[in-house]
């Protein structure tokens, strides 16, 4: 049995956070970098994550603005406002929170976004450079950059040898940290909710990334002895007092008995979180610093 390293995301975030603050200074007075987030509706968990980067923006000496659009915006009034902030030299990033309503297609507004300023990495033309190993191009959605660079952590640059299974496929995940992996030359597989006896799949794994969004699913005998875990996962449930209408955070792995078999793993909160949020940071000033030539 392993005791596993606690890879600190709070603390790596913050040391990311420094290094932005002081690149946001080098680059003053000439360019303050500008962060747009949009929110369209009122899911309370978005609200939440749309508040934390708009203050974390704020607290990097960025130019910082919020835009809380109804429930019911008609997608031609969101696709409107991206247009105005393409155009708007302020602003070098712009983030729109998924999920969206349903009258507007998600796609159509994340390919109106100017790929320059696609801080999430979601654009086609960042998604293809991804894909395509022109890595240093793109713009690389924010919650694999941060999962690599605590996987990095703890075993290098370089995977080679290491079987990586990703559990989730989403878009905003899955798929491109499979990609970021295999980048790094680990032998990647993608696992989802079809996928056969998943727990065998996954105990298979040298690198574990869970990002499947259901509390503690991956249990601690999925875990191959000396794994690294990611947990992506961050799950809202009940608290053991139940009845008194307190909540926790969990996320996707049983954090306890994965820690138990793991040489080293992440926790929530306190692990991809606040990782999330440094590396939309990173990517807002190297928008900037691309805007500024
Ligand atoms: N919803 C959940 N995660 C994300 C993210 O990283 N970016 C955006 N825009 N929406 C999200």
Redesign the pocket.
Known sequence: MTTATRIDGKAMAAGIIETVKAATAALAPHTVPGLAVVIVGEDPA?QV?VGSKARMAEDCGFHSVKHVLPAETAEADLLALIADLNADAAIHGI?????LPPQIDANRVIQTIDADKDV?G?HLLNVGRLGTGAIDAAFV???PAGSMLMLRKILGDDLSGKTAVVVGRSN?VGKPMAQLLLAANATVTIAHSRTKDLAAVCRGADILVAAVGRPEMIRGDWVKEGAVVIDVGINRVDAPERGTGKTRLVGDVAYEEAAARAAAITPVPGGVGPM?IAMLMANTVTAAYRAAG
């Open positions: 978005s994550y983030l729109v929170q998924l999920p999430d979601f959605p924010c919650t905003i999330t």
